[in-house]
C-alpha cells in the first residue's frame, strides 16, 4: 500500500487523471462483461400465444422463481431448463388453448337450456375443436373456424352448411396441397359440408384458392415413379449416373359416366302366355209353319237344319334380351406419355488408337429402346413418344464449397466466444497500459539534503530556510579573482541552478514558506 501511495504521489495532476479515468472505465467494462457473462443464455419457450395463455404461462414462471424474458410475443427462458419447464408447464395445462372445445357442452344443464342455445353452443364446440386439430400442425400459429348454417324456416329444406377457416402459418404462406387439406378436414367433420364451401383464408397473403393441386401432385409422382424404374434399369447396362431420364405424364382430369342399353332381337324370352277355346251350335226349322211345327219336339212332324262352332285363342308375350351398362371414368388415368432418354456415350478407342468417346451402336440402342418402352407401358395408340439418343456427356464443374466443421461448430457458441475474447483483451489492456506502466515507472527522487556550506558551522543534517541568522559565524567569502572575469553573472547563476537543481529548489521553497508565514 505505501508503493501506491508513493507511486501516487510521484504522479502529476494530468497523470492522475489519466489513471483514475482508465481505472474507473475498466472497472465499469469488468462489470458489465462480469454481468454478461453470469447472464444464462436465453432460449425460446413459446411464441404467438394468446394474451390470455401467455399470462398464465409468466405467473407460472414467476411463481417457480425462473429467470425470463418477455420479447413481443415471445417468452424465454433459460437454454439448460427450457424443455423441463415445457413438460412441467404440460404437465399443469399451460399454455391453455386459446379456444374451448367439447367442454362447452359440460356447463349446459338441462334446466333452462333451449334447442336453439344447445344447437349454438354445440356448433361453437365443433369449431374449438377444428382449431385446435389445426393449431396442432407445427406450420400453423394461429386458427380460427367460423361455421355458418341457415335460419331454420318452417316448411323449408334445411340450407346447406358453409365454413371458412383463417389461419396463421408460422413458415411462410399457406400453400395449395395444404389449404386443400384443411378444406377436407373441416369438409368432414360438418355433415353435409362440402369441401368448395369452405374458404381459407391466409392473414398474411389474403384468401387461398381452391386450386386441386391432386392431379399435378399425382402427375409428378407418377413421373418419379417411371423415371427412377427407368434410370435404375439403365444403370444396370451403362452404369449409374450415365443416362439422364425425362418423363412427362398427362392425365385425366375430368371423370365420365357412360350407360349403355343394348337389345338383342334373336334373344327372345317367354315372359307369359295365355290361350282360350269357344264352342257352340245353332240350328233353323226347315218347311212351312204349321200346327205340328208349333207342337213340343216329340209331337213334331218334321226336322229342322242347325250349325256349331268352335273358337282357340292363345297370346304369349315375348321378353327381348337387354344388356344394361353404367361406365364411370375417375380422373388419375393416363391420356398421353412422353419419355426422352439420353444415354452417355460409351468408351472406345478412336481411328489413331487413342482413347475416345463414341456413340454407342444401333444394335444397342435398339435394345435399349425395347427395355425402356416395356419398362414405362408405352402406348403408340394413345399417343405416347419415346426419344432415347446416345451422345457424349461434357464434364460439368463442381459448384459451391465444401462445407466443413469450423471452429463455431463445437460447443462453445459465437456469443460466448466474443465474450471470451473481449474480457481477454480488457486483462490484457489492464495489464500492458494500466498496471504495467504504474509498477515499472521510476520512484521521484527525494527531496537532497540542504546544502552543506562549508566554513558557516551548518552541518548536512541544517536546512537552508532562507532565513539569515545574525549570531552565526560568517564563512568566508570566496574572492572576486576566484570568479573568472569574463563570465557573465547571469550565466553563471543558469549554470549553477542547472548543476544543484534540486537545491534550488528547495531555497525558493523556503523563500516562499517565509513569506507566507510572515
Given at each position: 500500500m505505501?508503493?501506491l501511495?508513493?507511486?501516487w504521489n510521484t504522479?502529476d495532476?494530468?497523470?492522475?487523471m489519466?489513471v ?5 472505465a475498466?472497472?465499469a467494462?469488468?462489470?458489465v ?5 453470469a447472464?444464462?443464455q436465453?432460449?425460446?419457450l413459446?411464441s404467438?400465444?394468446?394474451?390470455a395463455a401467455a399470462?398464465a ?5 414467476e ?6 424474458q ?10 439448460d431448463?427450457r424443455d ?7 404437465a ?7 379456444g374451448?372445445?367439447y ?6 344443464s338441462g ?10 353452443a ?5 369449431e374449438?375443436?377444428?382449431a ?5 400442425s407445427?406450420?400453423?400459429r ?5 361455421i355458418s348454417?341457415?335460419?331454420?324456416r318452417?316448411?323449408a329444406q334445411?340450407d346447406s352448411p ?5 389461419v396463421t402459418p408460422?413458415l411462410g404462406?399457406v400453400?395449395g396441397?395444404q389449404?386443400q387439406?384443411?378444406r377436407?378436414?373441416?369438409?368432414a ?15 398474411t ?5 381452391a386450386e386441386?393441386?391432386t ?5 409428378s409422382?407418377r413421373a ?9 434399369l439403365?444403370?444396370a447396362?451403362?452404369?449409374p449416373?450415365?443416362?439422364v ?8 382430369t375430368e371423370s365420365e359416366?357412360?350407360?349403355?342399353r343394348?337389345i ?6 317367354v315372359?307369359?302366355s295365355?290361350s282360350?277355346q269357344q264352342s257352340?251350335?245353332?240350328s233353323q226349322?226347315?218347311g212351312?209353319v204349321t200346327v205340328?211345327s ?7 212332324a218334321?226336322q229342322g237344319a242347325g ?8 297370346t304369349?308375350n315375348?321378353?327381348l334380351?337387354e ?6 371414368r375417375?380422373?388419375?388415368?393416363i ?7 439420353l444415354v452417355d456415350a460409351a468408351?472406345g ?7 475416345a468417346?463414341?456413340?454407342r451402336?444401333e444394335?444397342e440402342?435398339?435394345?435399349l429402346?425395347d427395355l ?7 402406348d403408340e395408340a394413345r399417343g405416347d413418344v419415346l426419344t432415347?439418343?446416345s451422345?457424349?456427356?461434357?464434364p460439368?464443374a ?9 471452429l463455431l ?5 459465437l456469443?460466448?466466444l ?5 474480457l ?12 504495467r506502466?504504474i509498477l515499472?515507472a521510476?520512484?521521484?527522487a527525494?527531496?537532497a539534503?540542504?546544502l552543506a556550506l562549508a566554513g558557516m558551522g551548518?552541518?548536512?543534517?541544517d536546512?537552508l ?7 552565526a ?5 570566496a574572492l572576486?579573482g576566484d570568479?573568472p572575469?569574463?563570465?557573465?553573472p547571469?550565466?553563471r547563476?543558469?549554470r549553477l541552478i542547472?548543476?544543484?537543481q ?16 510572515t
Open positions: 505505501q508503493n501511495v508513493t507511486l504522479l495532476n494530468r497523470r492522475r489519466i483514475a479515468g482508465a481505472t474507473v475498466v472497472f467494462a469488468v462489470l462483461l462480469s454481468r454478461m457473462a447472464t444464462p436465453m432460449a425460446l413459446y404467438g400465444l394468446d394474451p399470462g404461462v409468466v405467473a407460472a414462471l411463481a417457480r422463481g425462473v429467470a425470463h418477455v420479447q413481443a410475443d415471445a417468452i424465454q427462458v433459460p437454454a431448463r423441463s419447464l415445457r413438460m412441467e408447464l404440460a399443469e395445462g399451460l399454455p391453455a388453448a386459446t374451448k372445445g367442454e362447452l357442452l359440460d356447463a349446459l334446466f333452462g337450456t333451449t334447442a336453439q342455445m344447445f344447437d349454438a354445440q356448433w361453437r364446440a365443433i374449438g375443436e377444428l385446435r386439430t389445426l393449431l396442432a407445427p406450420g400453423i394461429a386458427a380460427r373456424v367460423h348454417r341457415g335460419a331454420a318452417a316448411f334445411a358453409t365454413a371458412s377457416v383463417a408460422s404462406p400453400t396441397p389449404a387439406a384443411i377436407h378436414l373441416v369438409a367433420a360438418v355433415a353435409g359440408l362440402t369441401p368448395d364451401q369452405v374458404q381459407v383464408i391466409d392473414t397473403t389474403g384468401l387461398v384458392q386441386d393441386a392431379m399435378p401432385a399425382a402427375a409422382a418419379a415413379e417411371i423415371r427412377g424404374n427407368v434410370e435404375r439403365l444403370a447396362r451403362v452404369g449416373g450415365r443416362a431420364v425425362e418423363v412427362a405424364v398427362d392425365l385425366v359416366t357412360i350407360s349403355e343394348k338383342d332381337p334373336d334373344g327372345r324370352v315372359v307369359s295365355a282360350e257352340g251350335s245353332q226349322p226347315g212351312a205340328a208349333n207342337l213340343p219336339d216329340q209331337a213334331g218334321g250349325s256349331s262352332n268352335e273358337t282357340a285363342r292363345e304369349v315375348y321378353e334380351s344388356t344394361r351398362r353404367d361406365l364411370r375417375e380422373p388419375g388415368d391420356r398421353r406419355l412422353s419419355v426422352a432418354v468408351d478407342l478412336a481411328e489413331d488408337g487413342t482413347p468417346r463414341t456413340p451402336s444394335e440402342m435398339a435394345v429402346r425402356v418402352a416395356s419398362a414405362v407401358g408405352l432415347l439418343r451422345l457424349e456427356f461434357l460439368t463442381e459448384q459451391g464449397a465444401l462445407a466443413e466443421a469450423g461448430s463445437g460447443p462453445l457458441n456469443m460466448q466474443v465474450q471470451m475474447a473481449v481477454a483483451g480488457v486483462a490484457l489492456v489492464l495489464g500492458l497500459f494500466v498496471l506502466p515499472t521510476p520512484p521521484r527525494l527531496p539534503p540542504p551548518i552541518g548536512s543534517a536546512a530556510t532562507g532565513v539569515i541568522d545574525d549570531d559565524p560568517l564563512p568566508p567569502m572576486v570568479f572575469v569574463d563570465e557573465d547571469v550565466a547563476l543558469r542547472n548543476e544543484r534540486a537545491e534550488s529548489v528547495e531555497i525558493l521553497r523556503g523563500w516562499m514558506e517565509a513569506e507566507e508565514r
